[in-house]
């Protein structure tokens, strides 16, 4: 008996011990009172969003290359299940390279779930050895759940992401060089314009039945001298318009809605919005009705705008603002979490920034977090009372999970309990942080 008792007094210590090392309380202090949230906000008011120069031009170039594998990989998105068994689309990086003839920025898009940072540091250091004249990299994806795999470290890379294939890591570096050295020689001078467009009816909140939503698809459009035209594109609705069992390779709607754009349009690029609690509303799970979504998108842009108008201006800025945050954690209840060694030790340690793009009375604003577009409609109407038009875009090089409003926080929602890996407080703080950027950007 006394070796019995022994035996489970052991068990017990031993148990007991491993929950310690393993398992802490949710951290529910105020953000505003901590380190990481004055270090933050020091750093934003130091930015000086002042143009440099006063060309009174726009000079812009564009290019896509494909980079579909040439064997199948793992597809990623709602969970593992295994390599592609078709390409039902070609997997493309484009390239939109744009500035005033003294600076320039390049946007990437890429049609993947996310842009990885090991993905992003990769391609960062092949441009710089390249040499190639880009003063900032400004990634975007199209956040397709039936996407390759191949491009994530990690042991949560290898267990949920495709993991890391070199092989892949080195093709989307070749490709997307060489689409940025194409964008870059096909340079001309441009015409840019804003476009919204109302899409209501496309897309639903996924916590709330009639809940907020971004409702808007933004576009800039460019126009060369010669006549060609591209179009950057943003719209909330997740790319989940294909069933989880889907065993193809697709981009999903954004694939189907670039490839309308480019019928008319010579180049297109989409970017994922504030996609957080948002989804498409469409008819069917299947190829066909993905693709049907995506013509009802294109024919509701051609029809449905709501606001149409020259960029104004020529104030050419842009920034990388670092983000401090909390430490990060895996909730398993309301109240307990998963240590942060344990997330480190799946995902690797993360450097959440935004980017910041003036170009004239537009400003872009790319994201680590995805967003959700329930704070859209305030943001929006900030930056238009400052005399700007705002385009959020998310999956900028880095990933830190779900921002969503903090009112959700306790709810038992994939987005909120698994996936809000910074929480809580993080919708107030971003949406703090959002605000305080547009207004420092208007200045």
């Not at 997997?91 to 744009?98: D, E, G, I």
């Not at 191949?150 to 993991?163: K, T």
Request: hydrophobic share 40%; aromatic share 12%.
């Amino acid at each position: 008996m006394k070796k019995l008792l022994k035996i489970l007094a052991w068990t017990t210590g031993l148990f007991l011990l491993l929950a310690l090392l393993i398992i802490t309380r949710v951290d529910w202090r105020d953000y505003r009172e901590s380190a990481y949230y004055q270090d933050t906000m020091a750093s934003l008011e130091a930015l000086d969003f002042e143009s440099e120069h006063s060309d009174d031009f726009w000079i812009a170039g564009w290019a896509k290359a494909n980079h579909t594998p040439e064997e199948p990989t793992p597809l990623v998105g709602y969970k593992p299940r295994g390599k592609y068994e078709f390409v039902q689309d070609s997997s493309h990086v484009r390239a939109l390279v744009l500035g005033n003839g003294s600076q320039r920025i390049a946007f990437l898009g890429y049609e993947l779930l996310l842009v990885h940072p090991h993905l992003a540091d990769q391609i960062r250091e092949a441009v710089k050895a390249k040499d190639l004249p880009i003063d900032l990299l400004y990634f975007t994806a199209t956040h397709t759940h039936s996407g390759m795999g191949g491009y994530m470290p990690g042991l949560a890379g290898r267990l949920v992401f495709g993991g890391l294939d070199q092989a892949i890591m080195d093709d989307l570096k070749v490709k997307t060089l060489a689409a940025l050295e194409a964008a870059l020689a096909s340079q001309d001078t441009v015409k840019l314009s804003y476009n919204r467009i109302k899409g209501a009816d496309f897309v639903e909140n996924r916590f709330i039945p009639d809940g907020p939503i971004d409702p808007y698809l933004r576009q800039l459009k460019l126009e060369k001298t010669t006549g060609e035209t591209g179009v950057f594109v943003s719209f909330s609705a997740h790319s989940t318009c294909l069933s989880s069992k889907f065993m193809g390779l697709s981009g999903d709607y954004p694939h189907y809605l670039m490839q309308q754009l480019e019928e008319e349009s010579d180049f297109a690029l989409f970017a994922s919005g504030t996609v957080g609690s948002h989804r498409p509303v469409r008819d069917g799970n299947d190829v066909l009705a993905t693709q049907q979504y995506a013509h009802r998108l294109d024919s509701l842009i051609k029809v449905n705008v709501e606001i149409e108008k020259q960029i104004s201006g020529n104030n050419f800025s842009f920034q990388k603002v670092p983000i401090s945050l909390r430490s990060p954690h895996i909730r398993i209840s309301e109240n307990w979490r998963l240590r942060p060694w344990i997330f480190e030790w799946l995902f690797g340690s993360m450097n959440a920034h935004f980017d910041v793009v003036r170009l004239g009375d537009l400003l872009l604003i790319s994201s680590s977090g995805e967003l959700s577009g329930v704070f859209y409609e305030q943001w929006e109407a900030i930056a238009q009372s400052q005399g700007l038009e705002l385009m959020i875009t998310t999956f900028n090089g880095n990933y830190i999970g779900y921002i969503t409003p903090d009112e959700f926080y306790n709810y038992r929602f994939h987005e909120v309990r698994e996936m809000n890996w910074f929480g809580p407080y993080n919708g107030a703080y971003f949406d703090e942080l959002i605000k305080a950027m547009i207004l420092k950007a208007s200045n």
